[in-house]
């Protein structure tokens, strides 16, 4: 049997370098504008209509498709 011999080291210096990471990212970052903001929420929300319009297209497909067969 073979073992790993990995074992992640998390260290004080590892995470605060992650830290550092995380906070420069923070900096970088502003808040939207109203028209932003809209914007992206409206193509977030026809991205969920559309997955969900594709889950119901399969939903029904694998519903009806059986009874369409079997006649």
């Given at each position: 049997?073979?073992?790993?011999t ?63 067969v079997?006649?």
């Open positions: 049997m073979v073992e790993s990995f074992e992640p080291k998390i260290t004080v210096e590892s995470v605060g370098q992650a830290i550092r990471a995380h906070l420069r990212v923070l900096k970088l970052t502003k808040k939207p504008s109203r028209e932003e903001f809209l914007t992206i929420a409206k193509v977030a929300g026809i991205g969920i209509l559309a997955v969900g319009a594709i889950g119901f297209m399969v939903y029904v497909l694998l519903t009806m498709l059986p009874q369409w079997a006649q």
